[in-house]
Structures are given as structure tokens and as C-alpha cells.
């Protein structure tokens, strides 16, 4: 069974780093975008940034460019956020997600979706 799941999550100070990883499993990914969205409480859920399968298109959300970068290891079917200059308005759960269209992410539309992770940032 497709199973994707995140770890890496945890608290950093702002101003910090945290990576986060996805670990994806059980399945058949050949050809997918994978990505990475997020929910705070209260708000709806958020496009983070998302990476095509050769890794040679990538796409962030407007809150996270210039600070967080996505990445991808095929041959260990796994993609990463690597998250700088951290703020407190990045405190949320972290879901991995991943579709067969790189566009799809964007709209919050996956095929496999991880449990999430839970990333608090202190000012």
C-alpha cells in the first residue's frame, strides 16, 4: 500500500532552520511530482513548494520563496524541505503530498498524501 511519511518536524527559534523529510513507500511513484503543503489551525491548507520527478521543475508559494527549498533523492524515494530564516507564521503541520502532475500540487490535488509533521516556530 502507498504510504508516504514525514519526520524531521519539531520547533526552531525564528530566524532557524529545520528539514524535513518524506519517506515514500509501499508504492509506485515513477513519474510523480512530489510536494509539500501546510495547515495552521483556523486556516485553510497552504501550498509550500513542490518538485517535478526529474527534479528539473520546482514551484513554491509566494509566503515561502527566496527561504525554503525542495528536494528529491529517487533512487531512495524521498523528497525534502529544507527550511530557512524560519518565522513564526511557518508554525503548522507539514504534509507530504505527491500526484502525477507537478501542477496539480499547487491546488492542493495529490494522489498520496503523508500523516504530516508538526513544525512551531518561536519568535
Known amino acids: 500500500q502507498a504510504q508516504l511519511v514525514e519526520s524531521g518536524g519539531g520547533t526552531a527559534q525564528a530566524g532557524g532552520s529545520l528539514r524535513l523529510s518524506c519517506a515514500a513507500t509501499g508504492g509506485t511513484y515513477n513519474g510523480y511530482a512530489m510536494g509539500w503543503l501546510r495547515q495552521a489551525p483556523g486556516m485553510e491548507r497552504e501550498f509550500v513548494g513542490a518538485?517535478?520527478?526529474?527534479?528539473?521543475?520546482?514551484r513554491y508559494g509566494d509566503a515561502v520563496k527566496g527561504r525554503f527549498t525542495v528536494s528529491r533523492d529517487n533512487a531512495k524515494y524521498a523528497a525534502y524541505l529544507q527550511m530557512d530564516s524560519l518565522k513564526p507564521e511557518d508554525t503548522a503541520v507539514y504534509y507530504c503530498?505527491?500526484?502525477?502532475?507537478?501542477?496539480?500540487?499547487?491546488?492542493?490535488?495529490?494522489?498520496?498524501w503523508g500523516q504530516g509533521t508538526q513544525v512551531n516556530v518561536s519568535s
Open positions: 503530498a505527491a500526484s502525477p502532475s507537478l501542477g496539480e500540487l499547487p491546488q492542493g490535488t495529490a494522489k498520496y
Open positions: 518538485i517535478s520527478w526529474g527534479g528539473g521543475r520546482t
